[in-house]
Antibody
Framework: EVQLVESGGGLVQPGGSLRLSCAAS????????MSWARQAPGKGLEWVAN????????YYVDSVKGRFTISRDNAKNSLYLQMNSLRAEDTALYYC??????????????????????????WGRGTLVTVSS | DIQMTQSPSSLSASVGDRVTMTCRAS??????VGWYQQKPGKAPKGLIY???SLQSGVPSRFSGSGSGTEFTLTISSLQPEDFATYYC?????????FGRGTKVEIK
């Protein structure tokens, strides 16, 4: 079965740390960019971080830069999110997802260029992180 | 950062209705937009990417359009399983940003 399964969530005090894991099965994990997204209770979705196939490119939302680190272990088919200096506003359900790249062309008027269209293909069910004293 | 302003925040509709929702980007983002559906207690599900391309397995009653700063998701004939919250996402530049969602409720 093709699936992503997150783990590692829990209750942590402000200023504390937590490491989330995402185990992939049924897909060629090493061939995909991967992402973390989150959703605070009763709120909308927020993109958190992306990592490329070999871990050499990483991107973060500003609110977690310097505190969170995305990483992966392709030998273990696993994605991670190390979260340090946690704040109450980090309380959320954290999802991992794989990114599918569609190599295409974008044309505007008579000008066309190669481009990559992205979409989240598979999502996990999420792991809940609660930051509270 | 690019802001995605989604409207309406909620709408009520009946089965069989045609439903449209919009996302406006704070600057031009070509057609680097996706749409996602989320039902209560479930993970999001992808519907559309590149503003108008259907993800695999998505029913043809879903369609997307737009380019530049204005994007639309249309459900041509609302089905019972379509009552959910819908989010747009821009991936033109980092940080990627979602709209705040449109909740489609039963009238």
């Amino acid at each position: 079965e093709v699936q992503l399964v997150e783990s590692g969530g829990g209750l942590v005090q402000p200023g504390g740390s937590l490491r989330l894991s995402c185990a992939a099965s049924g897909l060629t994990f090493s061939s995909y960019w991967m992402s973390w997204a989150r959703q605070a209770p009763g709120k909308g979705l927020e993109w958190v971080a992306n990592i490329n196939q070999d871990g050499t490119e990483k991107y973060y939302v500003d609110s977690v830069k310097g505190r969170f680190t995305i990483s992966r272990d392709n030998a273990k088919n696993s994605l991670y999110l190390q979260m340090n200096s946690l704040r109450a506003e980090d309380t959320a359900l954290y999802y991992c997802a794989n990114l599918v790249a569609d190599l295409s062309r974008y044309c505007s008027g008579t000008s066309c260029s190669s481009t990559t269209y992205w979409y989240f293909g598979l999502w996990g069910r999420g792991t809940l992180v609660t930051v509270s004293s | 950062d690019i802001q995605m302003t989604q409207s309406p925040s909620s709408l009520s509709a009946s089965v069989g209705d045609r439903v449209t929702m919009t996302c406006r980007a704070s600057q031009g983002i070509r057609n680097d937009v996706g749409w996602y559906q989320q039902k209560p207690g479930k993970a999001p599900k992808g519907l559309i990417y590149a503003a108008s391309s259907l993800q695999s397995g998505v029913p043809s009653r879903f369609s997307g359009s737009g380019s530049g700063t204005e994007f639309t998701l249309t459900i041509s004939s609302l089905q019972p399983e379509d009552f959910a919250t819908y989010y747009c996402l821009q991936y033109n530049s980092y940080p990627w940003t979602f709209g705040r969602g449109t909740k489609v409720e039963i009238k």
